[in-house]
């Protein structure tokens, strides 16, 4: 798309999004599809193939994980992604290596300062990038707020 600029490819993109997530029905069944797009400009991100390709994944990356379903490619996306993506390689090797500590946590109630129980927390000290935290994730539910009482 030639001399298209961020914001008109954005705009592609929402269309292209709109289109791809429209519900299809077929023999009485609705499907409906997932998609993210990463948007990448030739010489803006990138002058060569590889480059554009590598920033537009990046960009779909960072789309998929914000969750607005469209993203252009910021260079700072860059180095989450690359973690993400070497950290989903190397996870199967680490469990297979048992390369996994368990943490004991006590639990005590604040009034008193008794423990009251433990939480067993499993952690993974990557060779590379250090004490991996457990994912953050909107589909566990919160812990629900104290009355006061």
Do not use: C, N
């Not at 990448?40 to 590598?54: S, Y």
């Not at 539910?141 to 009482?149: E, I, Q, V």
Request: without cysteine.
């Amino acid at each position: 798309m030639p001399d298209t600029g961020v914001p008109g490819a954005v705009d592609v993109g929402r269309e292209v999004l709109h289109a791809l997530t429209r519900p299809v029905s077929i023999q009485q069944v609705t499907l409906r599809t997932g998609v993210s797009i990463g948007i990448a400009l030739l010489t803006e991100h990138g002058d060569t193939t590889e480059e554009i390709l590598r920033h537009a994944d990046v960009a779909m990356y960072a789309a998929k994980s914000a969750g607005t379903g469209v993203e252009i490619y910021r260079p700072e996306d860059g180095e989450a992604v690359q973690r993400k993506l070497v950290l989903a390689a190397d996870l199967p090797a680490a469990i297979d290596e048992h390369r996994f500590e368990v943490w004991y946590q006590p639990q005590a109630d604040a009034r008193t300062g008794r423990v009251t129980g433990m939480e067993a927390l499993l952690r993974w000290r990557h060779p590379v990038y250090g004490s991996v935290p457990p994912p953050m994730s909107s589909r566990w539910p919160s812990a629900p707020a104290s009355s006061g009482r």
